[in-house]
């Protein structure tokens, strides 16, 4: 992924109400795998 393609989708992440602490944990389990990272469900699914 280049450096736009990470801008679009960090931006595209705060647009759609994910916290910057959010983010990076996502980012991290992208790159890294580790599953400390791994994104789990929200608690305010509707």
Not at 8 to 30: C, H, P, Q, T, V
């Amino acid at each position: 992924m280049n450096m736009q393609e990470s801008a679009r989708l960090i931006l595209g992440l705060r647009a759609a109400g994910w916290s910057e602490k959010k983010i990076n944990d996502f980012i991290l389990f992208i790159e890294s795998g580790e599953e400390q990272y791994k994104p789990g469900k929200d608690e305010e699914e509707e």
